[in-house]
């Protein structure tokens, strides 16, 4: 991967997450991301709801909560997430809870 990192010259990087090195573009994260799909329909307008469990989805959390939406961390570990879930099944738990009053 660091090979790989030289080669394309800066116009990708390395992020290190929990039991895993992702390739990413450079100077992306995923609260740019999330902003970049709210301006684009069917998101435009809608409150985004994010979910994570790593480091890496911190970025995430706070354009989040920057944008009033729902930001849920799962499991342990210092988090700007507005909310916290315990484990996997809290989330799937949570979502099968949320559609039914969607419904």
Request: with cysteine.
């Amino acid at each position: 991967m660091a090979r790989l990192m030289r080669e394309v010259g800066g116009q990708l990087e390395l992020q290190k997450g929990k039991r895993v090195i992702e390739i990413k573009p450079a100077g992306i994260d995923k609260g740019t991301a999330v902003a970049e799909y709210l301006t684009e329909s069917p998101f435009r307008g809608r409150h985004p709801v994010f979910i994570g469990d790593d480091l890496n989805d911190e970025h995430g959390f706070a354009e989040v909560n920057r944008m009033g939406g729902i930001s849920i961390k799962v499991g342990s570990g210092t988090s700007c997430a507005r909310y916290r879930l315990p484990h996997v099944a809290a989330v799937r738990e949570w979502l099968n809870e949320a559609l039914k009053g969607a419904g």
